[in-house]
């Protein structure tokens, strides 16, 4: 049973990561300051938040991290996962 437990926190702690580092949820918006223009919406790597190469009428764009989306995903994989534990795994431990 022990085996189990642990193929699940693996699973789990690599979905996580998954969601919070390699798929993050981000914004692109480019523009003066006062008039921010949204561009697209997206997932994509921490590491590609920064740009400088990119040129959009004269301005570099700006790649937002979306945390309330984020906390909305790790939220919803940690409440399933739970779900999974307390109603397979629990069980047969009892």
């Given at each position: 049973m022990?085996n189990?437990?642990?193929?699940?926190?693996?699973?789990y702690?690599?979905?996580v990561?998954?969601i919070?580092?390699?798929?993050?949820p981000?914004k692109?918006v480019?523009?003066?300051?006062?008039?921010l223009?949204i561009?697209?919406v997206?997932y994509?790597?921490l590491w590609?938040?920064?740009?400088?190469?990119?040129?959009i009428?004269?301005?570099?764009?700006i790649?937002?991290l979306?945390?309330?989306?984020?906390l909305?995903?790790?939220?919803?994989v940690?409440?399933l996962?739970?779900?999974i534990?307390f109603?397979?795994?629990h069980?047969?431990n009892?």
């Amino acid at each position: 049973m022990s085996n189990q437990k642990n193929i699940l926190f693996v699973v789990y702690g690599l979905i996580v990561l998954i969601i919070g580092v390699l798929l993050v949820p981000v914004k692109k918006v480019w523009g003066p300051a006062k008039d921010l223009n949204i561009q697209e919406v997206s997932y994509s790597p921490l590491w590609k938040l920064v740009d400088k190469r990119q040129d959009i009428n004269g301005y570099h764009p700006i790649y937002e991290l979306q945390i309330g989306r984020l906390l909305y995903s790790i939220f919803i994989v940690t409440l399933l996962f739970a779900i999974i534990y307390f109603a397979f795994i629990h069980k047969r431990n009892r």
